[in-house]
């Protein structure tokens, strides 16, 4: 079964930081795509940005609300990825969840797809 | 960046009824990259629908997906009393990922 569970939420005043965790367990997380994806009390999803898979080059693509501020990393020995997140603003406050991307294979490349397994979030609020 | 406009807000039916969820999206999007989620208050979205039309393992086949290029939809054929939830398309496409805004389905 896999499982996905975030932690490392909490109460931050505006220009601090925090960083979540999201350990992964029932998957090859050394091969999965994985995403941090955002809700605002009361609103709708929101993509923060995803990491590809080492194998496929281990690179980030962040949404741009919080490209320069949130940085996204994977330490596949520990099978956990995490989110640090600086200069954190109050539109920040969401729920945060890490979700794995289904795989799409062409003979000469992967691309990371819809999300197929999702955390069950944690909240992250930033207020004075 | 593709915006994803999904009509309506929101959707009265009584249960047994037929939904049909809209979403379009701003430009094509290749390949049929559209999910559909749903989520029910205080629990994390589950994928329903992955490449417009394929269901998720476990998904009821009370719920279908159809569309391509820029207009898909989500159709729930008879509404059972767990299925009032809200719904969110997703396209996958192009970076950046984008959501739609949602469609609850209420309980007239």
């Known amino acids: 079964e896999v499982q996905l569970v975030e932690s490392g939420g909490g109460l931050v005043k505006p220009g601090g930081s925090l960083r979540l965790s999201c350990a992964a367990s029932?998957?090859?997380?050394?091969?999965?795509?994985m995403n941090w994806v955002r809700q605002a009390p009361g609103k709708g999803l929101e993509w923060v940005g995803r990491?590809?898979?080492?194998?496929?080059?281990?690179?980030?693509d962040h949404a741009a609300p919080v490209k320069g501020r949130f940085t996204m990393s994977r330490d596949d020995s520990e099978n956990t990825l995490y989110l640090q997140m600086n200069s954190l603003k109050t539109e920040d406050t969401a729920v945060y969840y890490c979700t794995r991307s289904r795989m799409y294979c062409s003979s000469t490349s992967c691309y990371g797809g819809d999300f197929d397994y999702w955390g069950q979030g944690t909240l992250v609020t930033v207020s004075s | 960046e593709i915006v994803l406009t999904q009509s309506p807000g929101t959707l009265s039916l009584s249960i047994g009824e037929r939904a049909t969820l809209s979403c379009r999206a701003s430009q094509s999007v290749s390949s049929n990259f559209l999910a559909w989620y749903q989520q029910k208050p205080g629990q994390a979205p589950i994928l329903l629908i992955y490449r417009a039309s394929s269901r998720a393992t476990g998904i009821p086949d009370r719920f279908s997906g159809s569309g391509s290029g820029t207009d898909f939809t989500l159709s729930i054929s008879r509404l059972e009393p767990e299925d009032f939830a809200v719904y969110y398309c997703?396209?996958?496409?192009?970076?950046?990922?984008?959501f739609g805004g949602g469609t609850k389905v209420e309980i007239k």
């Open positions: 029932g998957l090859t997380f050394s091969n999965a795509w």
């Open positions: 990491i590809k898979s080492r194998t496929d080059g281990g690179t980030t």
């Open positions: 997703q396209q996958y496409d192009t970076s950046p990922l984008t």
